[in-house]
């Protein structure tokens, strides 16, 4: 059973970076898209960005211009490079891969910008 592992997250603050990383443990054959949500607390997990097989990017409005996902195919890993972090970024957030059907989600990393 395929299992996502996430890393990377903790605590930074105002205007610091971060770098996640998520891959899994097991097999994936055939992924099409890697994704990046978060969730605050007291809110609903929303997606952040993602990337197709064939790096096509897009980014939700609030991240426009500071967070950056990219991914390497032969480790079948994604990557959420933050920067520019504001306190309205704090969540735990969550990488999800889909393809042939599969969905899979990591259990999620805290991130925490504060001063």
């Known amino acids: 059973q395929v299992q996502l592992v996430e890393s990377g997250g903790g605590l930074v603050q105002p205007g610091g970076s971060l770098r996640l990383s998520c891959a899994p443990r097991?097999?994936?054959?055939?992924?099409?898209?890697m994704a990046w949500y978060r969730q605050a607390p007291g809110k609903q997990r929303d997606w952040v960005t993602s990337?197709?097989?064939?790096?096509?990017?897009r980014y939700a409005d609030s991240v426009k211009g500071r967070f950056t996902i990219s991914r390497d195919n032969a480790k079948n890993t994604v990557y959420l490079q933050m920067n520019s972090l504001k306190p309205e970024d704090t969540a735990v957030y969550y990488c999800?891969?889909?393809?042939?059907?599969?969905?899979?989600w990591g259990p999620g990393t805290q991130v925490t910008v504060s001063s």
């Open positions: 999800r891969i889909t393809g042939r059907g599969n969905d899979y």
């Open positions: 097991g097999s994936i054959f055939s992924i099409d898209v």
């Open positions: 990337i197709t097989s064939n790096d096509y990017t």
